[in-house]
Structures are given as C-alpha cells and as structure tokens.
C-alpha cells in the first residue's frame, strides 16, 4: 500500500522557518520526483517546489525562490521542505504528492 505522510508544520512568527518531511512507503521511491504544494484558505492548490528523483532538478515557485528548498534523501524513503523567512502569506496546507499519490497536508500558520 503506498502511503505518504507530510508533517513538521506548525506555527511561526514571520521571519521563521520550518522544515517540512514526507515520509514514505509502499513504492519504488526514488523512481519518482516529489513535489510540494500548498493550498490557502480560498484558493486553488499552487505548486510550490519538485525535486528529480535523484534529488537533481529541483524548482521553485517565484514565490518561495530563494528562501525554501527543497531535498530528499532516498535511503530513508523522505522528501523534505526547508522554508526560511516565512512570512503570512506562506500560510497553507502543505501537502507533498508523488505521481497519483498525494499526503495527508501539514497546516503552516505563520503570525505578523
């Protein structure tokens, strides 16, 4: 059964950072790409990072460019999100998807 879990959200003070993880299971992982979305209250789901299944290739939205990044580690089977310098406008439902597969979504909630 594939399964994947994203998690390591929370709440933060503008200015802060969180690493988010998606722990996976079930499937070949490092045959696949990983992505990272979001969705805020209101709106549609933004793709807001991926990464190559050899951890190459990875890009970002223009909106996160230059302050999240995104990596992997195949061996432990998990994808993760470092996001620095949050700010309220990152706030969102977190959700890490895998071809067809989406994770349970991680709440980010960050405060001015």
């Known amino acids: 059964e594939v399964q994947l879990q994203a998690f390591g959200g929370g709440l933060v003070q503008a200015g802060g950072s969180l690493r988010l993880s998606c722990a996976t299971s079930g499937f070949s992982f490092d045959d696949y790409a990983i992505g990272w979305f979001r969705q805020a209250p209101g709106k549609g789901r933004e793709r807001v990072s991926c990464v190559g299944s050899n951890g190459g290739s990875p890009n970002y939205a223009d909106s996160v460019k230059g302050r999240f990044t995104v990596s992997r580690d195949n061996a432990k089977k998990t994808g993760y999100l470092q996001m620095n310098s949050l700010t309220p406008e990152d706030t969102a439902v977190y959700y890490c998807?895998?071809?067809?597969?989406w994770g349970q979504g991680t709440q980010v909630t960050v405060s001015s």
């Open positions: 998807n895998i071809a067809d597969f």
